[in-house]
């Protein structure tokens, strides 16, 4: 919104009608900041849920909804590093830490049960 209120004040101090560029920039930069953060919330996962040798990873976009349409895959392959682990289910390569993932050691069992 920032750059919104500074475009207007300029066109102000020009002497120029502002109305027209406060409503389309507030449009613009609201359509903006919606879509930044349906994008964070959608890449951010907080939850992963293992059903009979399958993984889903559930963004908090996904874990906000009443009834989430979960992908159930399988863990293709899973490396440990010092950090935590990477893992591939599915076609997404996820890397767990540690600091995000408090009970990593019991994740990184159950997904190499879900490995073919």
């Keep these: ?11 102000m101090l020009l002497g120029r009608p502002v109305l027209e560029l406060a409503l389309w920039g507030t ?3 609201l359509a903006g900041s919606m879509s930044w953060t349906w994008f964070q919330l959608n890449k951010r996962i907080v939850e992963i849920r293992f059903q009979e040798g399958r993984v889903a990873m559930v963004s908090a976009w996904k874990s906000a909804q009443s009834t ?7 863990a293709l392959d899973l490396r ?3 950090n935590g ?3 591939i289910i599915g076609h997404t390569t996820y ?3 540690h ?7 019991e994740i990184v069992a159950h997904l190499r ?4």
């Design 1 to 11: 919104m920032a750059p919104v209120l500074l475009a207007c004040l300029m066109t």
């Design 68 to 74: 989430p349409r979960l992908a159930w895959e399988r």
């Design 99 to 105: 600091a995000d993932w408090s009970r990593l050691d």
């Design 80 to 82: 440990i590093n010092e």
């Design 85 to 87: 682990a990477r893992a």
């Design 95 to 97: 890397d767990l830490t």
């Design 27 to 29: 449009g613009v930069a």
């Design 113 to 116: 049960a879900t490995q073919p």
